[in-house]
Protein backbone atom coordinates (compact mmCIF):
# COMPACT_ATOMS: atom_id res chain seq x y z
CA UNK A 1 0.00 0.00 0.00
CA UNK A 2 1.44 3.32 -1.25
CA UNK A 3 2.17 5.61 2.07
CA UNK A 4 1.06 9.19 2.46
CA UNK A 5 4.85 10.46 1.62
CA UNK A 6 4.78 8.53 -1.22
CA UNK A 7 1.78 10.27 -2.61
CA UNK A 8 3.67 13.45 -1.85
CA UNK A 9 6.82 12.89 -3.10
CA UNK A 10 4.97 11.99 -6.43
CA UNK A 11 2.85 15.39 -6.48
CA UNK A 12 6.43 17.16 -5.66
CA UNK A 13 8.25 15.59 -8.35
CA UNK A 14 5.67 16.67 -10.88
CA UNK A 15 5.98 20.44 -9.53
CA UNK A 16 2.08 19.81 -8.44
CA UNK A 17 2.96 20.19 -4.65
CA UNK A 18 0.20 22.15 -3.55
CA UNK A 19 0.95 24.21 0.19
CA UNK A 20 -1.33 26.68 1.89
CA UNK A 21 0.00 30.34 2.72
CA UNK A 22 -1.07 32.46 5.26
CA UNK A 23 -1.69 36.08 5.05
CA UNK A 24 -1.98 38.24 7.68
CA UNK A 25 -4.44 41.40 6.51
CA UNK A 26 -7.57 41.96 4.65
CA UNK A 27 -8.47 41.12 1.03
CA UNK A 28 -7.32 44.31 -0.57
CA UNK A 29 -4.33 45.12 -3.40
CA UNK A 30 -1.29 45.20 -0.87
CA UNK A 31 -1.17 41.84 1.45
CA UNK A 32 0.69 40.49 3.90
CA UNK A 33 2.55 37.28 4.22
CA UNK A 34 5.22 36.67 6.90
CA UNK A 35 5.43 39.92 7.54
CA UNK A 36 6.28 40.93 3.74
CA UNK A 37 3.84 43.35 1.84
CA UNK A 38 2.96 41.72 -1.40
CA UNK A 39 1.24 43.33 -4.44
CA UNK A 40 -1.90 41.42 -4.65
CA UNK A 41 -3.04 40.24 -8.22
CA UNK A 42 -4.69 36.82 -7.13
CA UNK A 43 -7.90 37.80 -5.13
CA UNK A 44 -11.29 37.65 -7.34
CA UNK A 45 -12.63 40.38 -5.06
CA UNK A 46 -12.71 42.20 -8.20
CA UNK A 47 -14.96 45.25 -7.13
CA UNK A 48 -13.09 45.96 -3.69
CA UNK A 49 -15.96 44.68 -1.48
CA UNK A 50 -14.57 42.26 0.98
CA UNK A 51 -13.53 44.86 3.07
CA UNK A 52 -16.46 47.60 1.97
CA UNK A 53 -17.94 49.57 5.20
CA UNK A 54 -21.36 49.16 4.05
CA UNK A 55 -21.00 45.61 4.21
CA UNK A 56 -19.36 45.17 7.56
CA UNK A 57 -21.80 47.11 9.06
CA UNK A 58 -24.31 45.01 7.44
CA UNK A 59 -22.91 42.08 8.92
CA UNK A 60 -21.88 43.69 12.66
CA UNK A 61 -25.83 44.51 12.59
CA UNK A 62 -26.79 41.35 11.79
CA UNK A 63 -24.72 39.69 14.74
CA UNK A 64 -26.15 41.82 17.16
CA UNK A 65 -29.36 41.01 16.39
CA UNK A 66 -29.11 37.34 15.42
CA UNK A 67 -25.95 36.58 17.20
CA UNK A 68 -24.06 34.33 15.32
CA UNK A 69 -24.38 30.43 14.11
CA UNK A 70 -27.70 29.98 12.63
CA UNK A 71 -28.15 26.85 14.55
CA UNK A 72 -30.21 23.90 11.85
CA UNK A 73 -30.38 23.56 8.54
CA UNK A 74 -32.94 25.70 6.19
CA UNK A 75 -35.83 23.57 6.47
CA UNK A 76 -35.48 22.94 10.11
CA UNK A 77 -35.30 26.35 12.04
CA UNK A 78 -32.43 27.79 9.68
CA UNK A 79 -34.06 30.03 7.82
CA UNK A 80 -33.50 33.51 9.45
CA UNK A 81 -35.27 37.17 8.14
CA UNK A 82 -31.53 38.01 6.52
CA UNK A 83 -31.69 34.30 3.88
CA UNK A 84 -35.06 35.23 3.09
CA UNK A 85 -34.36 38.68 2.03
CA UNK A 86 -31.21 38.30 0.49
CA UNK A 87 -33.04 35.27 -1.70
CA UNK A 88 -35.17 38.17 -2.79
CA UNK A 89 -32.61 40.95 -3.39
CA UNK A 90 -31.11 38.36 -5.43
CA UNK A 91 -33.97 37.15 -7.76
CA UNK A 92 -34.76 41.46 -7.78
CA UNK A 93 -31.27 41.62 -9.20
CA UNK A 94 -31.14 38.51 -11.64
CA UNK A 95 -34.89 39.34 -12.75
CA UNK A 96 -36.17 35.88 -11.47
CA UNK A 97 -38.81 34.91 -9.93
CA UNK A 98 -37.15 33.15 -7.22
CA UNK A 99 -33.43 32.75 -6.10
CA UNK A 100 -31.88 29.99 -3.25
CA UNK A 101 -28.79 30.76 -1.62
CA UNK A 102 -26.52 27.89 -0.37
CA UNK A 103 -23.17 27.78 1.67
CA UNK A 104 -20.98 28.26 -1.03
CA UNK A 105 -21.09 28.11 -4.98
CA UNK A 106 -19.74 24.85 -5.07
CA UNK A 107 -22.37 23.59 -2.76
CA UNK A 108 -25.20 25.26 -5.53
CA UNK A 109 -23.79 23.65 -8.34
CA UNK A 110 -23.56 19.94 -6.45
CA UNK A 111 -27.20 20.77 -4.84
CA UNK A 112 -28.62 21.77 -8.64
CA UNK A 113 -27.38 19.10 -10.60
CA UNK A 114 -27.84 16.53 -8.12
CA UNK A 115 -31.65 17.52 -7.69
CA UNK A 116 -32.39 17.82 -11.19
CA UNK A 117 -30.45 15.15 -12.79
CA UNK A 118 -30.49 11.84 -12.32
CA UNK A 119 -29.72 8.13 -13.86
CA UNK A 120 -30.98 8.59 -17.50
CA UNK A 121 -30.59 12.18 -17.62
CA UNK A 122 -27.80 14.05 -19.64
CA UNK A 123 -25.77 16.71 -18.74
CA UNK A 124 -23.72 18.19 -21.56
CA UNK A 125 -20.93 20.33 -20.11
CA UNK A 126 -17.79 22.64 -21.69
CA UNK A 127 -14.92 21.14 -21.32
CA UNK A 128 -13.43 23.98 -19.01
CA UNK A 129 -16.26 23.99 -16.55
CA UNK A 130 -15.12 24.36 -12.68
CA UNK A 131 -15.11 21.61 -10.81
CA UNK A 132 -17.95 22.18 -8.85
CA UNK A 133 -19.92 21.39 -11.74
CA UNK A 134 -18.04 18.24 -12.90
CA UNK A 135 -18.76 17.44 -9.58
CA UNK A 136 -22.06 17.89 -9.50
CA UNK A 137 -22.61 16.02 -12.79
CA UNK A 138 -21.07 13.20 -11.77
CA UNK A 139 -22.71 12.33 -8.52
CA UNK A 140 -26.29 13.07 -10.33
CA UNK A 141 -25.33 9.99 -12.26
CA UNK A 142 -26.65 11.06 -15.05
CA UNK A 143 -24.51 10.21 -18.39
CA UNK A 144 -21.74 13.16 -19.17
CA UNK A 145 -20.86 14.54 -22.44
CA UNK A 146 -18.31 16.84 -22.49
CA UNK A 147 -17.97 19.41 -25.68
CA UNK A 148 -14.66 21.25 -26.73
CA UNK A 149 -14.39 24.90 -25.23
CA UNK A 150 -16.94 27.00 -26.56
CA UNK A 151 -17.30 24.59 -29.33
CA UNK A 152 -20.65 25.44 -30.53
CA UNK A 153 -21.10 22.23 -33.41
CA UNK A 154 -19.93 19.36 -31.20
CA UNK A 155 -22.32 20.72 -28.45
CA UNK A 156 -25.08 20.68 -31.13
CA UNK A 157 -23.81 16.70 -32.13
CA UNK A 158 -23.98 15.77 -28.05
CA UNK A 159 -27.70 17.59 -27.86
CA UNK A 160 -28.42 15.44 -31.05
CA UNK A 161 -27.31 12.00 -29.81
CA UNK A 162 -28.72 13.02 -26.08
CA UNK A 163 -32.07 13.63 -27.93
CA UNK A 164 -32.05 10.54 -29.83
CA UNK A 165 -30.22 8.03 -27.35
CA UNK A 166 -32.49 9.56 -24.14
CA UNK A 167 -35.50 10.36 -25.87
CA UNK A 168 -37.02 10.47 -22.14
CA UNK A 169 -34.48 11.92 -20.36
CA UNK A 170 -33.85 15.38 -18.86
CA UNK A 171 -31.06 17.24 -20.48
CA UNK A 172 -29.14 20.00 -19.16
CA UNK A 173 -26.69 21.84 -21.31
CA UNK A 174 -23.81 23.80 -18.39
CA UNK A 175 -21.12 26.35 -19.26
CA UNK A 176 -19.19 29.21 -17.67
CA UNK A 177 -20.35 32.88 -18.24
CA UNK A 178 -16.50 33.68 -17.80
CA UNK A 179 -14.27 30.65 -17.50
CA UNK A 180 -12.46 31.03 -14.41
CA UNK A 181 -8.57 30.54 -15.55
CA UNK A 182 -9.23 31.16 -18.93
CA UNK A 183 -11.38 34.74 -18.39
CA UNK A 184 -13.14 34.05 -21.75
CA UNK A 185 -16.70 34.48 -22.37
CA UNK A 186 -19.20 31.47 -23.71
CA UNK A 187 -20.38 32.24 -26.76
CA UNK A 188 -24.29 32.56 -24.91
CA UNK A 189 -26.41 33.59 -27.82
CA UNK A 190 -25.69 30.75 -29.92
CA UNK A 191 -25.40 28.56 -27.20
CA UNK A 192 -29.44 29.83 -26.14
CA UNK A 193 -30.66 29.25 -29.93
CA UNK A 194 -28.92 26.15 -29.83
CA UNK A 195 -30.25 24.35 -26.79
CA UNK A 196 -33.83 26.18 -27.63
CA UNK A 197 -33.66 24.60 -31.20
CA UNK A 198 -32.88 21.24 -29.91
CA UNK A 199 -35.02 21.58 -26.60
CA UNK A 200 -32.89 21.73 -23.26
CA UNK A 201 -32.67 23.27 -20.27
CA UNK A 202 -29.90 25.76 -19.76
CA UNK A 203 -27.34 26.42 -16.58
CA UNK A 204 -24.79 29.14 -16.47
CA UNK A 205 -22.23 29.36 -13.75
CA UNK A 206 -21.84 33.46 -13.44
CA UNK A 207 -19.07 33.18 -10.59
CA UNK A 208 -16.80 35.58 -12.48
CA UNK A 209 -19.32 37.65 -14.37
CA UNK A 210 -21.28 38.93 -11.64
CA UNK A 211 -19.96 42.13 -10.63
CA UNK A 212 -18.04 42.67 -13.51
CA UNK A 213 -20.22 42.50 -16.68
CA UNK A 214 -24.14 43.19 -17.25
CA UNK A 215 -26.05 46.56 -15.98
CA UNK A 216 -24.99 46.75 -12.23
CA UNK A 217 -22.83 43.84 -12.62
CA UNK A 218 -26.46 41.25 -13.70
CA UNK A 219 -23.65 39.34 -15.21
CA UNK A 220 -23.43 38.22 -18.74
CA UNK A 221 -26.68 37.29 -19.81
CA UNK A 222 -28.13 40.47 -18.56
CA UNK A 223 -25.32 42.37 -20.91
CA UNK A 224 -26.36 40.23 -23.98
CA UNK A 225 -30.11 40.38 -23.10
CA UNK A 226 -30.86 36.77 -21.95
CA UNK A 227 -31.83 36.83 -18.67
CA UNK A 228 -35.02 35.14 -19.65
CA UNK A 229 -33.57 32.48 -22.05
CA UNK A 230 -30.96 31.07 -18.66
CA UNK A 231 -33.46 28.31 -16.98
CA UNK A 232 -30.92 27.92 -14.38
CA UNK A 233 -28.52 31.21 -13.13
CA UNK A 234 -25.93 30.13 -10.66
CA UNK A 235 -23.42 32.23 -9.38
CA UNK A 236 -21.29 32.82 -5.79
CA UNK A 237 -21.64 35.72 -3.55
CA UNK A 238 -17.91 34.62 -2.67
CA UNK A 239 -16.13 36.85 -6.02
CA UNK A 240 -17.04 39.97 -7.25
CA UNK A 241 -19.93 40.14 -4.46
CA UNK A 242 -17.13 39.85 -1.68
CA UNK A 243 -18.45 37.72 1.08
CA UNK A 244 -19.46 33.80 0.94
CA UNK A 245 -22.20 31.73 -0.41
CA UNK A 246 -23.57 30.48 -3.95
CA UNK A 247 -26.90 30.57 -5.02
CA UNK A 248 -29.43 29.72 -8.03
CA UNK A 249 -31.79 32.05 -9.02
CA UNK A 250 -34.76 31.19 -11.88
CA UNK A 251 -38.47 29.71 -11.98
CA UNK A 252 -40.18 29.13 -8.38
CA UNK A 253 -40.83 26.17 -9.34
CA UNK A 254 -36.70 25.09 -10.03
CA UNK A 255 -36.59 26.49 -6.16
CA UNK A 256 -39.76 24.94 -5.07
CA UNK A 257 -37.50 21.78 -6.76
CA UNK A 258 -34.06 22.67 -4.93
CA UNK A 259 -35.57 23.19 -1.75
CA UNK A 260 -36.82 19.71 -1.82
CA UNK A 261 -33.92 18.04 -3.31
CA UNK A 262 -30.48 19.51 -3.57
CA UNK A 263 -29.06 17.10 -1.03
CA UNK A 264 -26.09 20.02 -0.53
CA UNK A 265 -29.21 22.36 0.71
CA UNK A 266 -31.13 20.54 2.88
CA UNK A 267 -28.38 17.97 4.62
CA UNK A 268 -26.20 21.78 5.76
CA UNK A 269 -26.68 24.09 8.55
CA UNK A 270 -27.50 27.48 6.93
CA UNK A 271 -25.12 30.11 6.76
CA UNK A 272 -24.31 32.40 9.42
CA UNK A 273 -27.77 35.32 9.14
CA UNK A 274 -24.69 37.91 8.72
CA UNK A 275 -22.64 36.04 5.55
CA UNK A 276 -26.59 36.73 4.42
CA UNK A 277 -26.67 39.95 5.65
CA UNK A 278 -23.52 41.26 4.23
CA UNK A 279 -24.59 39.37 0.52
CA UNK A 280 -27.65 41.52 0.94
CA UNK A 281 -25.74 44.54 1.02
CA UNK A 282 -23.32 43.42 -1.30
CA UNK A 283 -25.97 43.13 -3.98
CA UNK A 284 -27.53 46.70 -2.92
CA UNK A 285 -24.43 48.37 -3.01
CA UNK A 286 -24.30 46.84 -6.84
CA UNK A 287 -27.29 48.72 -7.72
CA UNK A 288 -26.11 52.36 -6.29
CA UNK A 289 -24.32 54.56 -8.22
CA UNK A 290 -21.03 54.21 -6.04
CA UNK A 291 -21.62 50.45 -7.25
CA UNK A 292 -21.95 51.70 -10.96
CA UNK A 293 -18.75 53.84 -10.66
CA UNK A 294 -16.39 51.12 -9.01
CA UNK A 295 -17.41 48.29 -12.08
CA UNK A 296 -16.78 51.15 -14.27
CA UNK A 297 -13.01 51.90 -12.55
CA UNK A 298 -12.53 47.98 -12.95
CA UNK A 299 -12.80 48.33 -16.77
CA UNK A 300 -10.26 51.43 -16.79
CA UNK A 301 -8.05 49.63 -14.96
CA UNK A 302 -8.40 46.71 -17.22
CA UNK A 303 -8.12 48.67 -20.15
CA UNK A 304 -4.59 50.54 -18.64
CA UNK A 305 -3.33 46.73 -18.08
CA UNK A 306 -4.00 46.30 -22.02
CA UNK A 307 -2.12 49.02 -22.36
CA UNK A 308 0.66 48.16 -20.76
CA UNK A 309 0.98 44.59 -22.33
CA UNK A 310 0.45 45.25 -25.84
CA UNK A 311 2.05 42.26 -26.86
CA UNK A 312 -0.17 40.14 -24.92
CA UNK A 313 -3.12 41.57 -26.51
CA UNK A 314 -1.75 41.78 -30.08
CA UNK A 315 -4.01 39.85 -32.90
CA UNK A 316 -7.33 40.75 -31.81
CA UNK A 317 -6.59 39.57 -28.40
CA UNK A 318 -9.26 41.57 -26.00
CA UNK A 319 -10.14 41.68 -22.12
CA UNK A 320 -13.05 39.90 -21.64
CA UNK A 321 -13.08 39.96 -17.96
CA UNK A 322 -10.91 40.64 -14.63
CA UNK A 323 -9.17 37.43 -15.51
CA UNK A 324 -6.13 37.56 -17.58
CA UNK A 325 -4.06 34.06 -17.95
CA UNK A 326 -0.61 34.17 -19.01
CA UNK A 327 0.09 30.34 -20.17
CA UNK A 328 3.30 29.63 -19.69
CA UNK A 329 3.24 25.76 -20.10
CA UNK A 330 4.74 23.51 -18.06
CA UNK A 331 3.92 23.84 -14.11
CA UNK A 332 7.57 24.45 -13.55
CA UNK A 333 7.63 27.45 -15.47
CA UNK A 334 4.79 28.91 -13.87
CA UNK A 335 5.94 27.55 -10.69
CA UNK A 336 9.57 29.50 -11.32
CA UNK A 337 7.75 32.39 -13.17
CA UNK A 338 5.47 33.23 -9.89
CA UNK A 339 8.45 32.92 -7.35
CA UNK A 340 10.20 35.61 -9.81
CA UNK A 341 7.19 38.19 -9.29
CA UNK A 342 7.06 37.19 -5.72
CA UNK A 343 11.07 37.98 -5.68
CA UNK A 344 10.01 41.37 -6.66
CA UNK A 345 7.18 41.62 -4.28
CA UNK A 346 4.18 40.76 -6.34
CA UNK A 347 1.97 37.86 -5.85
CA UNK A 348 0.18 36.22 -9.21
CA UNK A 349 -0.76 32.69 -8.35
CA UNK A 350 0.28 30.07 -10.66
CA UNK A 351 -1.93 27.58 -11.81
CA UNK A 352 -1.45 23.91 -12.73
CA UNK A 353 -2.90 20.30 -12.99
CA UNK A 354 -5.56 19.11 -12.44
CA UNK A 355 -7.11 23.16 -12.32
CA UNK A 356 -6.03 23.55 -15.83
CA UNK A 357 -4.64 20.33 -18.42
CA UNK A 358 -1.44 19.46 -17.91
CA UNK A 359 0.49 21.55 -20.43
CA UNK A 360 -1.16 24.76 -19.93
CA UNK A 361 0.21 25.78 -16.49
CA UNK A 362 -0.29 29.42 -16.26
CA UNK A 363 -0.28 32.84 -14.58
CA UNK A 364 -3.61 33.54 -13.30
CA UNK A 365 -3.87 37.18 -13.37
CA UNK A 366 -6.50 39.01 -11.63
CA UNK A 367 -7.28 43.05 -11.40
CA UNK A 368 -9.45 44.96 -8.95
CA UNK A 369 -11.31 48.05 -9.02
CA UNK A 370 -9.08 49.38 -6.46
CA UNK A 371 -6.08 48.75 -8.06
CA UNK A 372 -4.16 51.72 -8.70
CA UNK A 373 -2.72 52.98 -12.02
CA UNK A 374 1.16 52.20 -10.56
CA UNK A 375 0.26 49.01 -9.10
CA UNK A 376 -1.10 47.65 -12.34
CA UNK A 377 2.19 49.27 -14.34
CA UNK A 378 4.41 47.68 -11.37
CA UNK A 379 2.71 44.41 -12.63
CA UNK A 380 3.36 44.91 -16.24
CA UNK A 381 7.08 45.94 -15.98
CA UNK A 382 7.72 42.93 -13.76
CA UNK A 383 5.90 40.40 -16.11
CA UNK A 384 7.44 41.69 -19.73
CA UNK A 385 10.98 41.46 -17.66
CA UNK A 386 10.28 38.21 -16.57
C1 LIG B 1 -15.33 29.82 -7.38
C2 LIG B 1 -16.22 29.14 -8.33
C3 LIG B 1 -17.27 28.34 -7.89
C4 LIG B 1 -17.44 28.00 -6.43
O1 LIG B 1 -17.88 29.07 -5.70
P1 LIG B 1 -17.51 29.16 -4.15
O2 LIG B 1 -18.47 30.13 -3.62
O3 LIG B 1 -16.10 29.61 -4.07
O4 LIG B 1 -17.69 27.79 -3.58
C5 LIG B 1 -18.13 27.81 -8.82
N1 LIG B 1 -17.95 28.04 -10.13
C6 LIG B 1 -16.94 28.78 -10.59
C7 LIG B 1 -16.80 29.00 -12.05
C8 LIG B 1 -16.04 29.35 -9.71
O5 LIG B 1 -15.01 30.05 -10.17
New binding site residues.
Partial sequence: MATFDDDLSELRSRSLLRKLRTFDSPQQPEIEQAGKSLLNFAS?DYIGLATEPALREAAKAAIDRYGVGSGASRLICGTLAPHTKLEETLAKFKGTEAALCFS????A?VGALGALCREGDVIILDKLC?A??IDGARLSGATLRVFPHNHLGKLESHLDWARTNHPDGRIVVVT?AVF?MDGDRAPLAEIVEIKNRLGALLLV?E??AVGVLGRNGRGLADALQLEGEVDIQMG????ALGV???YIAGSRRLVDLLVNRARSFIYSTSPPPAIAAAANAAIEWMLSDEGERRREQLWKNLAHFADEMPQHFAEGRKIQSAIIPIILGESERALAAAEQLAERGIYVPAIRYPTVPRDAARLRVTISARHTTQQISTLAAALRAI
Fill in positions: NSGYAAHSLESDAHTLSKAGG
